[in-house]
T-cell receptor, first 114, second 115 residues
Framework: DAGVIQSPRHEVTEMGQEVTLRCKPI?????LFWYRQTMMRGLELLIY????????DSGMPEDRFSAKMPNASFSTLKIQPSEPRDSAVYFC????????????FGQGTRLTVV | AQSVAQPEDQVNVAEGNPLTVKCTYS??????LFWYVQYPNRGLQFLLK??????LVKGSYGFEAEFNKSQTSFHLKKPSALVSDSALYFC?????????????FGQGTELSVKP
């Protein structure tokens, strides 16, 4: 398997624009996580899915953020409208069904909002 | 609610010396604990985990970690540090008794190993 695949790797956008980040988890993994990494806040869990269903979205910072998982092989994180403070590295990770297994991370998307 | 704390933002060690990166956790039940490493401009890589059994677990690149239930700690250790160990280290926890899938990370500790 190619691992968790995120696209794009880098995104530069203007304030107010819509941004969509994409993630393809490892085949067969039932959990999918979205994290945001910044210097100030470290690695924050935004939302996670189990079997394509959102389980906990309490980490989503504002209504401007939304995430979907239409099928087992694809998820999106959308920011609309984007703001400069959204600039961060966004990671997607997936793990198999049982909680005693580790999660596998993608390479991340570096988002810059100017 | 589950949480993880890494009390040190940075740890500095001389090459060849032992290293320790500290982690404490809070969960309502028995925890599943993990350590990850992140190199610059990369994603996180899994190092090791504690699920049950022996409190001392061994992982990749010569790292090990000791689970201490009474102190709610899971410190990462290595007997002899290498310059190439310099990276950002994250501790993480899952609570199987409460939203078992939720994976929470600490703030991270920057390890710097000098020659």
């Amino acid at each position: 398997d190619a691992g968790v695949i995120q696209s794009p790797r880098h995104e530069v956008t203007e304030m107010g624009q819509e941004v969509t980040l994409r993630c393809k988890p490892i085949s067969g993994h039932d959990y999918l996580f979205w994290y945001r990494q910044t210097m100030m806040r470290g690695l924050e869990l935004l939302i996670y899915f189990n079997n394509n269903v959102p389980i906990d979205d309490s980490g989503m910072p504002e209504d401007r953020f939304s995430a979907k998982m239409p099928n087992a092989s694809f998820s999106t994180l959308k920011i609309q409208p984007s703001e400069p403070r959204d600039s961060a590295v966004y990671f997607c990770a997936s793990s198999p069904t049982t909680a005693n297994t580790e999660a596998f991370f993608g390479q991340g998307t570096r988002l810059t909002v100017v | 609610a589950q949480s993880v704390a890494q009390p040190e933002d940075q740890v500095n060690v001389a090459e060849g010396n032992p290293l320790t990166v500290k982690c404490t956790y809070s969960v309502s039940g028995n925890p599943y604990l993990f350590w990850y490493v992140q190199y610059p401009n990369r994603g996180l890589q899994f190092l090791l985990k504690y699920i049950t059994g022996d409190n001392l677990v061994k992982g990749s690149y010569g790292f090990e970690a000791e689970f201490n239930k009474s102190q709610t700690s899971f410190h990462l250790k290595k007997p002899s540090a290498l310059v190439s160990d310099s990276a950002l280290y994250f501790c993480a926890v899952r609570d199987p008794s409460n939203q078992g899938g939720k994976l929470i990370f600490g703030q991270g500790t920057e390890l710097s190993v000098k020659p």
